[in-house]
């Protein structure tokens, strides 16, 4: 405890031990996923928005991939649509092999601070349920709270519950102490994708 505290003066008095990590990492996804996206294209890649599949067909060179839009032949099809790759799945291909169910996570986001509330990534040892409840500084100098980890029915419930928000509070007394939440500027809420096998599907 004496050595964490040296890097992390906010832990909480309940923390006794701590598992140094220097390889993680902060990242913002939503750079990163834009910028993956243009080097893809700069290699050559067709980026096509707004094209909702309608329908596929396996034909003698692959698939046929219908669109509102329009008709692309293609000899490979990844279904990569998150809490929803079950319902394309079944809707297009009329099997229903597989099952995705919602699993939902909610935040609370701090301000900017004139010096860090912590230094570090902190989180407590993983459950079978994921990392739990963790406390991230941002490369924007936020700092996100959270997040919970249960699933729900409706795969579009994206909103923040009471429950769910008193659950990050409880979890973060664990780990930190004195959470400055006279900062709080937004809470927010996401459904991340939990199948049934446990595992990418990855076969014809």
Same mark, same amino acid.
């Given at each position: 405890?004496?050595?964490?505290?040296?890097?992390?003066?906010?832990?909480?008095?309940?923390?006794?031990?701590?598992?140094?990590?220097?390889?993680?990492?902060?990242?913002?996804?939503?750079?990163?996923?834009?910028?993956?996206?243009?080097?893809?294209?700069?290699?050559?890649?067709?980026?096509?928005?707004?094209?909702?599949?309608?329908?596929?067909?396996?034909?003698?060179?692959?698939?046929?991939?219908?669109?509102?839009?329009?008709?692309?032949?293609?000899?490979?099809?990844?279904?990569?649509?998150?809490?929803?790759?079950?319902?394309?799945?079944?809707?297009?291909?009329?099997?229903?092999?597989?099952?995705?169910?919602?699993?939902?996570?909610?935040?609370?986001?701090?301000?900017?601070?004139?010096?860090?509330?912590?230094?570090?990534?902190?989180?407590?040892?993983? !459950? $079978? *349920?994921? +990392?739990? &409840?963790?406390?991230?500084?941002? /490369?924007?100098?936020?700092?996100?709270?959270? #997040?919970?980890?249960?699933?729900?029915?409706?795969?579009?419930?994206?909103?923040?519950?009471?429950?769910?928000?008193?659950?990050?509070?409880?979890?973060? !007394? $664990? *780990?930190? +102490?004195? &959470?400055?939440?006279?900062?709080? /500027?937004?809470?927010?809420?996401?459904?991340? #994708?939990?199948?049934?096998?446990?595992?990418?599907?990855?076969?014809?």
């Amino acid at each position: 405890r004496e050595e964490i505290i040296k890097k992390e003066p906010q832990l909480s008095d309940q923390v006794i031990s701590g598992l140094w990590l220097p390889s993680t990492g902060i990242l913002y996804p939503w750079e990163i996923a834009i910028a993956l996206m243009e080097n893809a294209i700069s290699n050559g890649v067709d980026l096509k928005l707004d094209e909702e599949v309608i329908k596929i067909e396996k034909i003698d060179q692959g698939y046929r991939v219908k669109t509102k839009n329009q008709t692309i032949d293609t000899k490979i099809v990844i279904n990569c649509s998150g809490v929803y790759a079950d319902d394309l799945y079944a809707t297009l291909i009329q099997r229903k092999d597989f099952s995705i169910t919602a699993r939902k996570g909610e935040y609370f986001v701090l301000d900017h601070m004139k010096k860090p509330y912590v230094n570090h990534v902190l989180y407590p040892v993983p !459950s $079978k *349920i994921g +990392k739990g &409840v963790l406390v991230v500084p941002t /490369i924007h100098d936020n700092i996100l709270l959270g #997040p919970t980890s249960y699933e729900v029915d409706d795969k579009y419930a994206i909103n923040n519950t009471q429950k769910g928000l008193d659950f990050v509070r409880g979890q973060l !007394s $664990k *780990i930190v +102490k004195d &959470v400055p939440m006279d900062k709080l /500027i937004r809470t927010f809420a996401g459904n991340r #994708p939990s199948g049934n096998t446990k595992d990418f599907i990855i076969e014809e």
